[in-house]
């Protein structure tokens, strides 16, 4: 009887010690990483989330808060031009893997913004940018959206001289 117990406790505690890490576990491991000033690991425990559990809730978050990492230019050994193109092309997988999270519209005009005012990719930003009218017309970025293909590659001085032309009409 004693021996059956101590296998059974066994095969118990070797269960409980093999059980896969959760969505969730990722979730809260990154957050505690960047919190500890490992940005790296946080990215990886990003990408693991995604990678095992790709129909959660949590992985567009994931994704978002990757994203906000390398926009912030907080990963290390990466240019910050590389770290940009990064983050916008993390932003825009959002909308393309999970377009129904709350999530994806923001995330695809970040992509835009990121394309367009940091990257000066305008080919890029107007990719996410028509994307993002198209599948969110309604949305409150799709006035912002449209303005930003209006006044793309313009200075400020050039936009504020459009405006002040199109008033005076």
Same mark, same amino acid.
């Given at each position: 009887?004693?021996?059956?117990?101590?296998?059974?406790?066994?095969?118990?505690?070797?269960?409980?010690?093999?059980?896969?890490?959760?969505?969730?576990?990722?979730?809260?491991?990154?957050?505690?990483?960047?919190?500890?000033? #490992?940005?790296?690991? !946080?990215?990886? *425990? @990003?990408?693991?989330?995604?990678?095992? &559990? +790709?129909?959660?809730? /949590?992985? $567009?978050?994931?994704?978002?808060?990757?994203?906000?990492?390398?926009?912030?230019?907080?990963?290390?050994?990466?240019?910050?031009?590389?770290?940009?193109?990064?983050?916008?092309?993390?932003?825009?997988?959002?909308?393309?893997?999970?377009?129904?999270?709350?999530?994806?519209?923001?995330?695809?005009?970040?992509?835009?913004?990121?394309?367009?005012?940091?990257?000066? #990719?305008?080919?890029? !930003?107007?990719? *996410? @940018?028509?994307?993002?009218?198209?599948? &969110? +017309?309604?949305?409150? /970025?799709? $006035?912002?959206?449209?303005?930003?293909?209006?006044?793309?590659?313009?200075?400020?001085?050039?936009?504020?001289?459009?405006?002040?032309?199109?008033?005076?009409?």
């Amino acid at each position: 009887m004693k021996k059956e117990l101590s296998v059974f406790t066994i095969i118990i505690f070797l269960l409980l010690g093999c059980s896969k890490t959760s969505d969730k576990e990722y979730l809260d491991k990154a957050s505690e990483d960047i919190k500890n000033g #490992n940005i790296s690991e !946080a990215i990886i *425990a @990003y990408e693991k989330l995604v990678e095992e &559990y +790709p129909e959660s809730n /949590l992985a $567009a978050e994931a994704l978002v808060k990757e994203a906000t990492l390398y926009h912030s230019n907080m990963v290390k050994n990466i240019s910050k031009e590389e770290s940009l193109k990064k983050a916008a092309d993390i932003f825009y997988s959002v909308a393309e893997k999970y377009p129904k999270s709350k999530q994806a519209p923001q995330s695809l005009f970040m992509a835009g913004f990121i394309y367009a005012n940091e990257l000066q #990719n305008y080919e890029g !930003a107007k990719k *996410a @940018y028509n994307l993002f009218i198209k599948k &969110y +017309p309604g949305h409150d /970025l799709s $006035a912002s959206a449209k303005d930003e293909l209006e006044n793309m590659g313009l200075t400020p001085d050039e936009i504020l001289k459009r405006k002040t032309a199109t008033s005076e009409k």
